[in-house]
């Protein structure tokens, strides 16, 4: 724990420096925010922001994290699981997100932005597919097995962790990435989720992982940084598909995947919301489960500030964690 809470810091003070000429860049390429019209008003002010900020936290934790493992790389592949497919995700969601941004930025004729939902989702589902199969073939370390809370053993499902892992793996990318609508939030909750699983790992004594954890809690910290309100820089899907995507691997691998919907309770259900308000309005004819979907959406509207939803989402995060840390150790 402490070599990972060292790296963590090392990580936050290198990446912070490094925020501020990642923004100007931004900027000069125009790689501004598109704000929907049909969004609260006050988001309109947001419109030109920067808004593939996340690609600060993916290439600082893929950086720092090949740095502290290739002596144990280049000397043997014991680890090289461990390094290739949480990294190996990470990257491929955010090569995904960052194409999703920089075609939003075109939006076409119809007025499209990025790549079509039902494009986007086979894409998904395939780089999902492939980090299951390779954590059931490859890792031979119980990852075919679930912790279930009071149960004091893993129950093996067997080949049937490889469609879990595709519906965990897509559904934890779409989460995050729903979930990043205000400043500072998406990147306080998943940073809040890492902890949570770092601290998990760190009880299973699963060195790698507690310390990828918390080396993307602090490049998360980082980009907090200059994400805070009023926002310098957003994460755009180029960051929140990835940190998204990496949490349920990092679920899958400690076996304690069956919290994740607690541990990441705020963008659950946030997703959660956003899909109701879709099923309902096209059950009742045009009505409105919530006056705007996503769920902080439906909040602003209702009058409470931005910085108020994000602390409030904030502390039901904090202590979703601990019921979810509480819950691995039963």
């Known amino acids: ?138 890792v031979n370390d119980s990852h075919g097995f679930v912790a279930i809370p009071t149960v004091p053993f893993l129950v093996d499902i067997g080949i049937l962790i490889i469609p879990a892992a595709v519906i965990i793996i897509t559904g934890s990318a779409n989460a995050i990435n729903i979930t990043d609508g205000l400043d500072g939030l998406a990147g306080i909750i998943a940073a809040t989720a890492f902890a949570a699983y770092g601290v998990i790992a760190l009880l299973q004594d699963q060195q790698f992982l507690v310390t990828l954890c918390f080396t993307t809690v602090g490049a998360s910290f980082a980009f907090l940084w200059f994400n805070a309100k009023p926002a310098q820089m957003f994460m755009g899907d180029v960051g929140s598909q990835a940190l998204g995507g990496m949490l349920g691997v990092v679920a899958l691998m400690t076996n304690q995947w069956l919290i994740l919907p607690i541990i990441a309770a705020v963008p659950i259900a946030t997703m959660l919301s956003s899909t109701l308000q879709v099923l309902y309005f096209k059950a009742s004819g045009g009505k409105r489960l919530f006056k705007m979907a996503p769920l902080h959406h439906h909040f602003e509207l209702l009058g409470w500030s931005e910085t108020q939803i994000v602390q409030r989402w904030w502390l039901i995060a904090v202590m979703a964690a601990m019921i979810g840390i509480a819950l691995a150790l039963i």
């Open 1 to 138: 724990m402490a070599f990972a809470l060292t790296v963590s810091g090392v990580t936050f003070l290198v990446a912070v420096i490094w925020g501020s000429p990642l923004v100007e860049l931004m900027r000069r390429l125009k790689l501004g925010a598109q704000i929907r019209i049909d969004g609260p008003q006050t988001h309109m002010t947001k419109m030109g922001t920067p808004s593939m900020g996340g690609v600060l936290i993916v290439g600082w934790v893929v950086l720092v994290t090949v740095v502290i493992n290739i002596v144990q790389l280049v000397k043997a592949l014991e680890i090289a699981e461990s390094v290739v497919i949480p990294l190996g995700v990470m990257v491929a969601f955010s090569i995904l997100g960052g194409i999703d941004d920089y075609l939003g930025f075109h939006p076409r004729p119809h007025g499209e932005k990025g790549i079509r939902a039902r494009v986007k989702i086979w894409f998904q589902l395939g780089i999902s597919l492939v980090a299951g199969l390779l954590l059931y073939f490859v």
